[in-house]
């Protein structure tokens, strides 16, 4: 975990844990953002999806 800065302040702080610590942080954030992306593309397609449908719906009423 990270400490907080009064922490590192108070206890000093070991640079090669700290590199280990925000390595491990730029990674988990890095997978973080690949998920989202992929959450969004999966959200963009089911949007696309849904009003193609409703384009179908709309021009079956207007034949009417």
């Given at each position: 975990e990270m400490p907080s800065?009064?922490?590192?302040?108070?206890?000093g702080t070991d640079l090669a844990e700290m590199d280990r610590l925000l390595l491990q942080k730029v990674e988990e954030?890095?997978?973080?953002?690949?998920?989202?992306?992929?959450?969004?593309?999966?959200?963009?397609?089911?949007?696309?999806?849904?009003?193609?449908?409703?384009e179908k719906k709309q021009k079956k009423i207007s034949k009417q």
């Open positions: 800065a009064q922490q590192a302040e108070q206890h954030l890095t997978l973080y953002i690949l998920d989202q992306e992929a959450r969004v593309k999966e959200l963009e397609k089911s949007l696309e999806k849904r009003k193609q449908e409703k």
